[in-house]
């Protein structure tokens, strides 16, 4: 089953049991917006210049969520850098777990089991329906770690963008997450220098690094 960064993330970021997200909540939804910008920029519908975003192509992604943020780029009455658009997509986070659920139920990945708190409040859940998928690719993710296997682009973006959310533990277990720590920021830094779409990479770690510190002072601002 093909599935696409956005739907790598979330499934990681899932608790297969409980149905329930553990990724850090405040992070979470800008690294789905990195997750986003660069699927978009590996099927060349976008190209990041100079830290800004350029169309590229105006084919549709065959993705509801893709396409509905493609538009949103295509149709934006002013140009925006990267770091705009990581804030734009991120804010939208309800939005793109909803969608991605949505897709991850359609193709019998995930099961929806509805809750409410007090007969009020939804509380849904989002158990696991087929492991498959996902014990593939944590099984690949791990392979990476403990045989330094190649790996490609988009696995070295997944990398870090559970690195960003501290999902590290969950992904990989506790003791292999802090063993491999050293060598988890090692395949970061390599998979920014070693090609032209790992400039991509690194432009937008550091466009998401710079949008959840700016957040994290504003809320700590406010909150004082």
């Not at 992604?61 to 991120?90: P, T, Y």
């Amino acid at each position: 089953m093909n599935l696409n960064l956005v739907d790598q993330l979330c499934l990681l970021a899932l608790d297969d049991e409980k149905g329930s997200f553990v990724a850090d909540s405040f992070s979470f939804g800008y690294a789905m917006a990195g997750a986003i910008i660069l699927e978009l920029s590996l099927q060349e519908k976008i190209e990041i210049r100079d830290k800004n975003i350029e169309v590229k192509s105006h084919k549709n992604c065959n993705d509801m969520l893709l396409d509905h943020f493609m538009e949103e780029i295509r149709n934006s009455k002013k140009k925006r850098g990267l770091q705009a658009w990581v804030e734009i997509i991120g804010n939208k986070e309800a939005y793109i777990k909803e969608e991605t659920l949505k897709k991850l139920i359609a193709d019998g990945i995930l099961s929806k089991k509805e809750e409410k708190i007090l007969w009020v409040f939804s509380n849904d859940k989002y158990p696991t329906l087929n492991a498959k998928p996902e014990n593939e690719l944590r099984k690949r993710l791990n392979e990476i770690l403990l045989n330094d296997r190649s790996l490609e682009m988009k696995e070295s973006m997944l990398i870090s963008l559970i690195d960003m959310c501290s999902l590290n533990t969950e992904v990989f277990g506790k003791e292999r997450a802090k063993k491999y720590e050293k060598k988890i920021k090692t395949i970061v830094e390599n998979a920014q220098l070693s090609s032209e779409v790992g400039n991509v990479v690194k432009e937008i770690h550091e466009a998401l690094m710079v949008v959840i510190v700016m957040m994290l002072t504003t809320t700590t601002i406010i909150n004082n």
